[in-house]
Structure formats: structure tokens, C-alpha cells
């Protein structure tokens, strides 16, 4: 693996074909690779880069995943705790596709309702199901029970 410290050069190796998803706000890059089911027994190789300097926010991970282009369902779910991320898929070296995901209007499953009287807590065939209030800063409500929960909250449960 590569390293330099100075600014706008290369931290790791380039990938040939996956995804890279740059930009992910610092710290994050774990709770980006739970998003993904990814816990690093499945073999792929990975790139975890956390905490390094960027144009465009203070500090940023990067997470790089050679042999898996992830799907459309997976990136919006990342954008709840990694809204300026950017994902990249990579063919042969070249960046194919850049996206910038928008935040999904319902999420479901994915997240806990932290009501422990929320009917999702106490019956085992509900499904959580949460729409999006706000993006900025991020807000979303239990659509049983209405309570309200924030982006930190959301980083939390997922890490
Ligand atoms: N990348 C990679 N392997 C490749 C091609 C790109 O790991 N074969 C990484 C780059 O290191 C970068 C990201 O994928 O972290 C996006 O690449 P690119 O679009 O070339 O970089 P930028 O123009 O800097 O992207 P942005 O404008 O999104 O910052
Ligand atoms: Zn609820």
C-alpha cells in the first residue's frame, strides 16, 4: 500500500474494478462498510482510509472495494450517514459512473425504532419503517409510532 501525507496525492493504490466511495465524512468508513453487510471475512480486498485532508470537507474517509460494485438500494442507504459521499465504480481502471445519491424518502428495515413501545419492537413480523422528514440536517419519523430521530442517532445504531 501507498502512503504520502501531502495533500491531493494518492493514499492507497488504485483499484481495478469495484467501487470506491470517497468523500464519507471522517470516521465514518465503518459504519459505511455495516451498511454494506461487509465484515471482511467475504474475501474482498478493501481499502479503509480514514481521517484524510480534502477539498471539499474538513477531513474524510474512503472506503475501496475491489471485486463489488454495489447497488443503487445499498448507496442510499449510505447517504443517511454520508450524505457528501461519492460513489465510484471502477472498470478496468477507469471511474465509469460517479454518483450522488439522494437520500431515500422511506427507509425500511435498516433501522431500530428506539421506542421500546413501538409496535416494530414488539411484534417480530413488523418491519421498521421510517420516512424522511428533513435532509439537512437529517430527520426521520417512525411511521407507527412518530418519534422523531437525527442523523447522530441513526450513526449510533448503525456502529
Ligand atoms: N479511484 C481508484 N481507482 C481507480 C480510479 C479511481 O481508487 N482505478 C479513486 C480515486 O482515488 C478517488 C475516487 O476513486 O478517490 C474518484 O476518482 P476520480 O473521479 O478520478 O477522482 P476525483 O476527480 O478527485 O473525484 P471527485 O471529483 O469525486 O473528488
Ligand atoms: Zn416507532
Redesign the pocket.
Known amino acids: 500500500m501507498i502512503s504520502y501525507s501531502k495533500k491531493d496525492e494518492l493514499i492507497v493504490s488504485k483499484i481495478r474494478n469495484g467501487t470506491v466511495i470517497d468523500h464519507i465524512p471522517a470516521g465514518r468508513a465503518l459504519a459505511v462498510l455495516k451498511i454494506l453487510g461487509i465484515k471482511g471475512n467475504e474475501g474482498y480486498r478493501i481499502a479503509l482510509v480514514m481521517n484524510v485532508e480534502s477539498k471539499k470537507i474538513e477531513r474524510k474517509d474512503i472506503v475501496k472495494i475491489e471485486g463489488r460494485e454495489i447497488d443503487e438500494k445499498e448507496a442510499s442507504l449510505i447517504t443517511l450517514i454520508a450524505p457528501s459521499a461519492t460513489i465510484n465504480i471502477i472498470r478496468d481502471y477507469v471511474v465509469v459512473e460517479k454518483r450522488h445519491l439522494e437520500v431515500p424518502k422511506q427507509i425500511k428495515g435498516l433501522i431500530k425504532?428506539p421506542?421500546p413501545q413501538?409496535i416494530?419492537n414488539n411484534d417480530v413480523e413488523a418491519e421498521s419503517r421510517f420516512l424522511t422528514i428533513s435532509i439537512k440536517p437529517l430527520k426521520l419519523k417512525?411511521e407507527?409510532?412518530e418519534?422523531y430521530i437525527t442523523e447522530e442517532d441513526v450513526v449510533r445504531q448503525i456502529l
Open positions: 425504532c421506542n413501538c416494530t417512525c407507527y409510532c418519534i
